[in-house]
């Protein structure tokens, strides 16, 4: 055997090795770099993703994934879950645990994975399962290799690359991978790449070393907002069988409009008379339309479906009508039916729902959106329909779709628009009481409680819980009043002009404190700020406040016979970037006093050195309400 052979034989066996050593490493938490292991619940030791782009219908996504938890917070991170349905097969799945110390404890093989129905307790229809890893650890750490492979006979939902899927999650070593066999257009997008370690070896090839976990830090943006992100969609792609263009939203929308809702839209000559008799003689578009949203609302309910095309198509408007029930999609597009039998133009629409404000990404086309509302144009205004609650009012959207980017679905295309944002003159939430005191410190008050857009939605729906419950929420809303009892509770929720009014009429023993002849009591009753935001060293993330609201306060204090006013604290103003806030202590003719007070807070995004100040703003007005009365006895 010559001198060059033996040494290229000893190269290979070196690599080989060297090779096997790195790769057992990655099972030992003690091999773990230090850095990674401070703000984390578990480390991402590997990961690999590859997809491969068979045809304009078909990928195949294989994924490796190794990760260590050190906690039960962590346990969720192994990620090994595989979702499928019959347009998705999973192939190879198994997953392999380790100790602490890298010695393997069990090997999980796809028969043993768990599987079932991946629905919602209220789903009747849904068709997607899903197989879990079922894994109790007795000690922490441990490590989990997790490797499956899926074949998708559906190109529309291409796998996008984040890394940092969550908070407290550090990531040691991730690639990912697009081979494109078919030679098929792609559209991509990077975001938030900028100062991590993400490096692009070649086209579509992008590997992510040793970024340190994220902490979570009260006020933050949503983390998809923070972290690296590489959007990818095919420009020419299939949703089970039905072909599609995405060059852009126009594009998109057409094909949405075309192959998924036309069609869907017919509903029985019987409700379409039913619908016209209830608007007979109403000329006004809007008028009509809110008759008709009521009768929906009415006639149905919600319930999950996720059957036909990928759960993008929906149901039938005629099984709607028949059943009396569907999902987001299904009643929308019955909504839509409805209108359309009393002339009155509407749009089916994608949005991403929740309480974050969170946009359908206007610059690149794509499948987006986890909800489906109504968009009824009105001149220049587009009034937006929540068609899956029996209770919420004509046009509100506050809370859970107000102020995002949407896709509007037309018959020509489709187009981006904004929903509604509610400013601080549509987010007010005002606070009117008559307090009598008496000698004792203890008091009877009437309150009236009237709220409006965003805080509108916050008390929504407490006229509908029980007495007992009723009494059990403001004895939690005005949990710092000592001894406090509920008389009589009035709530009329005047779903018309969207305004909730609340009349509470209560007592309370012993509010005031007794200092020898002196009563103390702080004025402001009704309103209280008590919390003051999370306080950090140093602030690392920016921070946001998503809406903007104002609160009105004017309570009279109708003082004892027998005492007076010694002392009150001096009025105060404060105005910042943040909001304002101001209250004023008046004495007025009859022994009584009259507070008023105004908070605002403005919707905006500011700079993680902006945040000291905002707290600092908070602290203050959690300070002035605190703010004190000293009664005296009249001599």
């Known amino acids: 055997m010559s001198y060059f052979r033996i040494t290229l034989l000893n190269l290979l066996l070196f690599i080989s090795i060297c090779s096997f050593s790195q790769s057992e490493e990655l099972y030992s938490s003690f091999t773990v770099p230090q850095e990674l292991t401070t703000k984390a619940n578990a480390v991402v030791r590997f990961e690999h ?36 349905d019959d347009n998705t097969d999973v192939g190879k799945l198994e997953a392999i645990i380790y100790d602490a110390s890298g010695e393997e404890i069990k090997k999980v093989k796809k028969k043993d994975f ?72 792609l559209k991509t997008k990077k975001e938030n790449f900028e100062g991590y370690n993400i490096k692009e070896t070649s086209d579509y090839h992008f590997v992510a070393e040793n970024i340190e976990g994220i902490k979570y ?29 995405n060059n852009n939203w126009n594009d998109f929308g057409k094909w949405m409009y075309d192959r998924l809702l036309t069609g869907t839209d017919d509903i029985p000559p019987t409700t379409i008379a039913h ?11 809007i008028e009509r339309a809110k008759i008709v949203y009521k009768y929906m609302q009415d006639k149905t309910r919600y319930i999950s479906i996720q059957v036909g095309i990928g759960g993008w198509k929906p149901m039938l408007a005629n099984d709607v009508d028949l059943l009396g029930y569907g999902d987001c999609k299904g009643l929308t597009n019955y909504t839509k039916a409805l209108l359309e039998a009393v002339d009155v133009s509407s749009y089916y629409t994608l949005v991403y729902g929740g309480s974050g404000l969170r946009d359908i990404d206007s610059e690149f086309s794509s499948v987006q959106g986890n909800h489906a509302i109504l968009c009824v144009p009105n001149g220049d205004e587009n009034i937006f329909l929540e068609c899956t609650s029996q209770t919420n009012p004509f046009g509100f959207s506050a809370g859970f779709t107000d102020d995002r980017n949407v896709l509007l679905v037309k018959p020509e295309g489709g187009e981006i628009v904004r929903t509604k944002k509610y400013g601080i003159d ?27 857009g965003y805080l509108y939605g916050l008390h929504d729906g407490i006229e509908n819980k029980t007495p007992r419950d009723q009494q059990l929420y403001y004895k939690e809303y005005w949990d ?41 009591f702080q004025p402001n009753i009704f309103n209280k700020v008590s919390k003051i935001p999370t306080r950090y060293t140093e602030r690392k993330l920016a921070f946001k406040i998503d809406r903007s ?14 005492l007076k006013v010694e002392a009150m604290t001096a009025s105060k103003e404060v105005e910042t970037k943040f909001g304002s806030y101001s209250f004023k202590l008046e004495n007025l003719e009859g022994n ?30 959690v300070k002035n309400d605190k703010s004190k009365v000293v009664l005296t006895t009249v001599l």
């Open 592 to 621: 009584k006093l009259k507070y008023t007070r105004t908070y605002t807070v403005l919707k905006g995004s500011y700079s993680k050195e902006d945040y000291k100040a905002f707290r600092d703003f908070r602290k203050e007005i």
């Open 217 to 245: 830090e009260a006020y933050t943006p949503e983390l998809n907002n923070l972290v690296p992100l590489f959007k990818v969609a095919l420009r020419n792609f299939e949703m089970i069988g039905v072909e599609g263009v």
């Open 114 to 185: 768990i599987d079932e129905s991946a629905v919602s307790q209220i789903s009747i229809y849904e068709d997607n399962r899903v197989k879990y890893l079922d894994y109790t650890p007795l000690k922490y750490p441990y490590t989990v290799e997790y490797n499956v492979e899926y074949v998708f006979k559906n190109t529309a939902f291409f796998p996008n690359w984040q890394p940092i899927d969550d908070y407290y999650v550090s990531v040691q070593h991730a690639e990912y991978k697009i081979i494109n066999s078919a030679k098929i257009d």
């Open 549 to 562: 609201f104002k609160n009105i306060d004017e309570f009279i204090i109708h003082i004892p016979e027998g």
């Open 426 to 452: 549509d987010s007010v939430k005002k606070t009117t009481a008559t307090v009598i005191m008496d000698v004792s410190g203890g008091f009877n008050a009437n309150i009236d409680i009237t709220t409006t």
């Open 480 to 520: 710092y009043i000592n001894n406090i009892n509920l008389d009589n509770i009035s709530i009329t929720n005047d779903k018309d002009n969207i305004v909730h009014h609340e009349n509470v009429k209560l007592s309370s023993v012993n509010y005031a404190s007794k200092s020898g002849s002196r009563l103390i």
């Open 49 to 84: 993703k590859q997809i491969e782009i068979l045809n304009s219908d078909k990928i195949k996504l294989t994924t490796k994934r190794i990760t260590t938890v050190y906690n039960k917070y962590g346990n969720r991170h192994i990620n090994a879950v595989a979702f499928y």
């Open 275 to 285: 619908v016209k008799s209830l608007t007979a003689g109403v000329d006004d578009k």
